[in-house]
Structures are given as C-alpha cells and as structure tokens.
C-alpha cells in the first residue's frame, strides 16, 4: 500500500468516527443542553480524536471495552449516564469502522459513513434537567411535549423526524431521568 493511500484511509476513519458520534443521540443531548458544562462543544470535538486515539492504543478491543469506555467518557465529561440501549450499537459501529480501517478498506469506511450519515436523527426527548431541577421534578410532574429539553432554565424545542421503528433503536429515547446526584441517566421510555 502507498503512503497516500494510508493517510486517505486514515482520513476516512476519523470522519467515520466523527460521523458516528455525531449522530448519537445521547451524545448530541449531552452537547446541545451544555452538560458538560460552557465548553460541551470542545469536549464533544475532542472525544471524537479519544475514541480514535483508543482504538490505535489498544490491539483487538472487545466490544465490551468500547462500551466500557464510551461509557466512562459520557460519565467523566458529560455528567451522563447512558442506559438507552445505544451504546452497544455506537460501540459496534466504531469497532467495525476500526476493522475496515485494520484492512486499508476506504470503499467500505466511505459507505459506512455515508449511511450513518443518512441515518442521522435528532432524539426526540422528553425533558431533561441537571440536578439543580430535580429537586423541582419530584414536585411537579412535567408534561410530555413533542420535544423539550431543559437545562438550567434554558428551554430549547425541537421538532424530530421519526424512522421507521426497524431503522434505528434511537428514537424509543424518549425519557430521561435525573437521580439524586446530579446525573442525568438517558433511558428509553417505558
């Protein structure tokens, strides 16, 4: 293989990796309502180089691993536990997309990301809330409205096309629950 062609593969895997996190709901929540605080932004641009820097770091994952860690990230920066169902599926995504890079297959990290990309889905979430609210919640029982998210008094609506219920498992996220410390845990509506 030529020098060039690596690096193309390499580009490739990272906006594979940048793709998926992109479109993972738990994700976007966590970034678009500020939960890891004034720069959710900056944190969400530098887990995409972690993840791809975790995989080149450590041979042969397990896809209990990735999960692991995902998962720990979620915690660590964003103050979020993840209980939705999708980190098993984000995880799998970015261990296949490793694979592929592994084997030096541009064509099919390409068409991966390609789908995940038209598969992208704004979650449509009840409400959510940092800790300071929870308090406020067990008080007041809140509405269930098409989309709301709320976080430090900051409402922000959304309207979100729904797949059809075999396309993706993301858009069953509709409930999220805030337990007493503060975190705020992303499960699916029961």
């Not at 932004?41 to 995409?48: D, F, H, I, S, V």
């Not at 959510?128 to 098409?146: F, P, R, S």
Request: aromatic share 6%; hydrophobic share 40%; with cysteine.
């Amino acid at each position: 293989m030529m020098a060039g062609a690596g690096e193309d593969v390499r580009a490739l895997y990272r906006a594979g990796v940048r793709a998926a996190l992109e479109a993972w709901p738990a994700l976007q929540i966590a970034v678009d309502n500020g939960f890891g605080g004034v720069h959710s932004q900056e944190k969400a641009e530098w887990l995409c180089g972690a993840v791809e820097d975790y995989f080149f770091r450590n041979a042969d994952l397990e896809l209990d691993e990735v999960e692991d860690f995902l998962g720990e990230l979620m915690t660590n920066e964003f103050d979020t536990v993840v209980e939705d169902g999708s980190l098993p599926q984000v995880s799998q995504q970015l261990q296949t997309m490793f694979q592929h890079f592994q084997r030096g297959d541009g064509a099919a990290l390409k068409e991966m990301t390609s789908h995940i990309t038209q598969k992208k889905l704004k979650v449509t979430a009840t409400a959510l809330k940092t800790g300071k609210q929870a308090e406020e919640a067990e008080a007041d029982t809140v509405e269930e409205m098409e989309v709301t998210a709320v976080n430090n008094g900051a409402t922000t609506e959304r309207v979100c096309p729904q797949a059809e219920p075999s396309e993706s498992n993301f858009q069953t996220i509709k409930e999220e629950d805030i337990v007493e410390d503060g975190w705020t845990i992303v499960r699916r509506k029961k």
